[in-house]
């Protein structure tokens, strides 16, 4: 059943240059229709309450290598709490393919409700998760934590922040 507000939306469409390129490629090239196919069934299988998402950064260990992926939830209705995942990313060139070798909660204070806007940083070769607290439902994301990743698994929590920038 078409819903007309949606119907006008497409009959709204004009012709461009851009549109036909789009549509060109989109018949021309083998597989970019199947790619893009691909990435939408990707993209409708995230979970709703997944807000943010950052990678980067790199882990090796005697027997593998990856790197990093941050993932904020969102959680509630009314008062909405945040919590950040990481997780070690396993790169394997053998098999072309990536996978999660582990994940784990960055786990705050007891005095943290919510914790939001994750980042990576690199400091003196180690990498570094930061992410932005709050201290009670509704309040500011005032003050920051660091936690240290390390081998699959490690999280250390940073009691006094970043270590300075060596020169």
């Known amino acids: 059943m078409l819903i007309p507000g949606i119907l006008r939306r497409f009959t709204l469409l004009r012709p461009t240059p851009a549109l036909a390129t789009m549509v060109g490629l989109a018949c021309a090239v083998p597989g970019f229709a199947a790619a893009q196919t691909d990435a939408h069934r990707v993209v409708q299988t995230l979970p709703i309450p997944i807000e943010e998402v950052v990678s980067g950064g790199s882990w090796k260990t005697r027997t593998a290598e990856g790197t990093f992926r941050l993932v904020q939830t969102g959680e509630g209705w009314e008062t909405v709490r945040h ?8 790169e ?17 204070p007891p005095q943290v409700f919510s914790v939001a806007d994750p980042q990576l940083v690199s400091r003196n070769g180690v990498w570094y998760a930061i992410v932005r607290t709050a201290s009670r439902p509704l309040a500011q994301f005032d003050q920051e934590i660091a936690f240290e990743l390390g081998a699959p698994g490690i999280a250390r929590r940073m009691s006094r922040g970043l270590p300075r920038a060596r020169r």
């Open 83 to 90: 919590r950040v995942f990481v997780q070690w990313l396993e």
């Open 92 to 108: 394997s060139q053998e098999h072309r393919r990536v996978t999660v070798r582990r994940t784990i909660e960055l786990e705050p």
